[in-house]
């Protein structure tokens, strides 16, 4: 099994950015889609965007089209998520996973090798 590590998380100011990664040491890497989503206390865990493996074609969630941009660097093993023009609203612990089973990419029952977290808090 895939082992993934976030980082990148902290406290910012509405309308600041903060940049998430997401790295593993795995060697087949570029053949992982991977996922990024979040989760607040008492709710589900949301869907924010998904990348695959050769790093075309990402998605996202409507509520941060325009805001945030998930890229990766397969040679550093890394999956990025550049946050832009963030809000109070995005205040969450942010994970990341592999897109491991059939089914849809918003679903977190479609992902397996969930990293340990990262909070991200924006102040208002």
């Known amino acids: 099994q895939v082992q993934l590590v976030e980082s990148g998380g902290g406290l910012v100011q509405a309308g600041g950015s903060l940049r998430l990664g997401c790295a593993t040491a795995?060697?087949?890497?570029?053949?992982?889609?991977i996922g990024w989503f979040r989760q607040v206390p008492g709710k589900e865990r949301e869907f924010v965007a998904r990348?695959?493996?050769?790093?075309?074609?990402?998605f996202y969630t409507d509520s941060v089209k325009g805001r945030f941009t998930i890229s990766r660097d397969n040679a550093q093993n890394t999956v990025y998520l550049q946050m832009d023009s963030l809000k109070p609203e995005d205040t969450a612990i942010y994970y990341c996973?592999?897109?491991?089973?059939?089914?849809?990419?918003?679903?977190?029952?479609?992902?397996?090798?969930w990293g340990q977290g990262t909070q991200v808090t924006v102040s208002s």
């Open positions: 996973a592999v897109y491991e089973y059939s089914g849809p990419y918003s679903s977190p029952a479609s992902y397996s090798s």
């Open positions: 795995g060697r087949s890497f570029s053949t992982y889609d």
């Open positions: 990348i695959i493996g050769s790093g075309v074609r990402p």
